[in-house]
């Protein structure tokens, strides 16, 4: 097929995290299958590592690779299925990538600082066979790193503490009304203890305009 007949494709192949100790590996199986369906690479680099919203194959954190790339559009599905069949690749997702200009496909590869990468791994990983102590080195974004900052992710989100809610806050903090309020005693009535404090008169008082009345007579 010519070139012409060909299409621009998005491809985001996922490898375990275990790739990162040989990323030259991974890079060139990627490329084994775009050359087995005749696919012309135009920008490729390594995405991410990050960790999986969930696990694949027992692989808790994982390596993208991103690469854009013709192909014809009869061959995609034969490559998804050689993606498939893979059993160093964990996922691969490959869509149509018409809407992006060729510009910022271009501007998007990265093969360079990934060839940079991989050197520089390849140097701590002589440097730490020379020594005899694979532990003294640490690799970029290698396994160790991802356990430690796996490790730093989950302490950094403890338990949650039981908290009162404001009601309940506000009720510990105020004695009950029966401890504060105190049963109110019995009040007598302003009419009452006037009356308490009047004395009734005597029959024998009451009885004195009667008798003076009769004197009179």
């Known amino acids: 097929m010519s070139d012409n007949e060909k299409r621009i494709y998005e491809g985001m192949f996922l490898f375990p ?5 040989n990323m030259q590996e991974a890079s060139d199986h990627i490329q084994g299958l775009l050359t ?3 696919a012309e690479v135009v920008s490729f680099k390594k995405w991410d ?3 999986l919203a969930y696990e694949i194959n027992g692989n808790k ?3 993208y690779f991103l690469c854009y790339f013709n192909c014809d559009p009869t061959q995609i599905e034969v490559l998804e299925r050689f993606c498939n069949q893979s059993e160093s690749l964990l996922r691969c997702l490959v869509t149509r990538a018409d809407h992006i200009n060729q510009e910022e496909i271009e ?3 990265g093969r360079e600082s990934l060839a940079d990468e991989i050197k520089l791994r390849e140097e701590q990983a002589a440097s730490a066979k020379d020594s005899g102590d694979a532990s003294s080195y640490v690799t970029v974004g290698g396994k160790a790193d991802a356990e430690a ?3 730093k992710e989950d302490a950094a ?3 949650p503490e039981s908290k009162e809610s404001p009601a309940e806050a506000k009720s510990s903090e105020t004695p009950e009304e029966d401890a504060a309020d105190p049963a109110p005693e019995s009040k007598e009535s302003a009419a009452d203890a006037e009356a308490s404090e009047t004395p ?3 029959d024998d008082d009451q009885d004195e305009p009667a008798a003076e009345a009769t004197a009179e007579a």
């Open 107 to 109: 501007a998007a590869d």
């Open 36 to 38: 087995r369906v005749e």
């Open 17 to 21: 995290q275990s790739s990162l100790s």
């Open 157 to 159: 989100d403890p338990a």
């Open 49 to 51: 590592e990050r960790r």
């Open 61 to 63: 954190r994982g390596v």
């Open 200 to 202: 009734e008169k005597n």
């Open 149 to 151: 900052k796996e490790s």
